[in-house]
């Protein structure tokens, strides 16, 4: 009964493909992230949907498409994946009342 | 520019030794402020938010903060490490105090000796 579930946990995949990762929470929560982490552990927010709306569309390239098909679900979808997409993606949901994020064990891509 | 600074990008400190992970933001108010913590291949836990009131807040696993307004400083502080605690720690802001986006500082990468 994990609280925040992404899949794939890994995933390796050749330039130029498209890939998905999904995102899960059972935790009743409104809001939900999209954080990117790179090699140096840096963590960026990429995107955060409220209710299965976009609230927060950071400065990221368009091949980068998120899709929220109900509150619970944040999928994230990456077409023509380049090198520098090489990161740990971490999904995050975040209930009404209080700003801290809970998050999933993250999804690590390694575009070769 | 907003901002949330972490100096120490390494500590190196011995089991049983007290710790402190600084922590700066550059904002005019006072924003919500977080620390979490990242295991190796794990997600980030919560380890003590500060919203408003007492400026030393008590977290998890033994961990405390205490929010210095003058300095723009929450620094976290741990009396005797252990060497489960070996880990990345994150400081985060809330910079518009909505809730709606967490700034995270470059992360401290703690490491335990014997």
């Known amino acids: 009964d994990t609280a925040v579930s992404q899949t794939p946990k890994y995933l390796v995949t050749q330039m130029g493909n498209d890939k998905s990762i999904k995102c899960e929470q059972n935790l009743g929560h409104d809001t939900m992230y999209w954080y990117k982490q790179d090699s140096k552990k840096f963590l960026k927010i990429m995107f955060s949907y409220n209710n299965k709306e976009l609230i927060i569309n950071e400065t990221v390239p368009n091949r980068f498409s998120p899709k929220s098909p109900d509150k619970a679900h944040l999928n994230l979808h990456i077409n023509s994946l380049e090198l520098g997409d090489s990161a740990v993606y971490f999904c995050?949901?975040?209930?009404?009342?209080?700003?801290?994020?809970?998050f999933g064990e993250g999804s690590r891509l390694t575009v070769l | 520019a907003q901002s949330v600074t972490q100096p120490d990008i390494h500590i190196t400190v011995s089991e049983g030794a007290s710790l402190e992970l600084r922590c700066n933001y550059s904002y005019g108010a006072t924003p919500y402020l977080f620390w979490y913590v990242q295991s190796p291949g794990q997600g980030l836990q919560l380890l003590l938010k500060?919203?408003?009131?007492?400026?030393l807040v008590q977290g998890i696993k033994g961990f405390e903060a205490e929010f210095k307004r003058s300095q723009s400083s929450f620094n976290l502080r741990k009396p005797s490490v252990h060497w489960s605690d070996a880990a990345e720690y994150f400081c985060a802001v809330d910079l518009n105090n909505a809730g709606n986006m967490l700034t995270f500082g470059g992360g401290t990468r703690l490491m335990v000796k014997p």
């Open positions: 995050a949901s975040r209930p009404r009342r209080t700003g801290e994020l809970f």
């Open positions: 500060y919203f408003s009131g007492d400026t």
